[in-house]
């Protein structure tokens, strides 16, 4: 069965570090998940490089990844391939997308690495662009952290298969999965983190 493959999280997760390594291992050899964040990076050193405006180069960068996305996501599902892609799920708009896969008969399996909290979020983001990464503000850092937790537990039965794994550590910590209309968990009660317990009630 053809599958839409999703890695998901709050901003320095370490989505694009560790999320292809948790792919299965016939998909992680095959496909190379589509990161919107390092294309638009990449993009827009390049269109600075042109002397555009830091700005106009973003806003040049925001279109070139949104026009690839679109192309890319359509080739698979008119050829009937699996999709890899990596990002956020805090607005209706992300969910539609994932209703179109499934509706084409996807299976629709998504990986989040979650944080113990919004702080650590912001420091992991904070670090990762003194060095030279990718920034964000602070108003999206919290739009995602919180959007994405609320919206999967508001569309669970879109997903056919969540794994869930805390990443505040220095390596993800598998937690369980979601499956059969079910979470099977892999730690201990008094070990589920509090973004699962707080926010995830209809897996509990």
């Known amino acids: 069965m053809h599958g839409l493959y999703i890695i998901a999280g709050p901003n ?6 560790a999320g292809a390594d948790l792919l299965p291992q016939s998909i992680r050899e095959s496909y190379i998940p589509f990161d919107g964040d390092k294309l638009k990076m990449m993009k827009q050193k390049e269109f600075r490089s042109k002397t555009v405006s830091y700005k106009e180069a973003g806003r040049l960068a925001d279109h070139y990844v949104h026009e690839e996305f679109d192309k890319q996501y359509k080739r698979a599902l008119l050829a009937k391939d699996h999709f890899v892609y990596e990002g956020h799920f805090s607005d209706e708009a992300s969910w539609n997308l994932i209703r179109r896969f499934r509706d084409a008969g996807y299976f629709i399996d998504m990986i989040f690495l979650g944080l113990v909290s919004l702080q650590l979020s912001s420091d992991r983001v904070f670090n990762r662009a003194i ?14 952290y919180f959007g994405n ?16 794994l805390d990443a505040s550590g220095n390596k993800p ?12 968990f892999n730690v201990t009660a008094e070990s589920i983190p509090t973004w699962v317990s707080s926010y995830f009630k209809h897996l509990i």
């Open 149 to 164: 937790l609320i919206m999967i537990n508001k569309y669970i039965d879109l997903i056919d298969q969540l794994t869930l």
């Open 12 to 17: 320095g997760a370490g989505k694009s570090t």
């Open 131 to 144: 060095r030279g990464g990718h920034n964000v503000p602070p108003l999206d850092i919290e739009k995602n």
């Open 173 to 184: 910590l598998y937690i369980g999965q979601w499956y059969n209309g079910k979470m099977h």
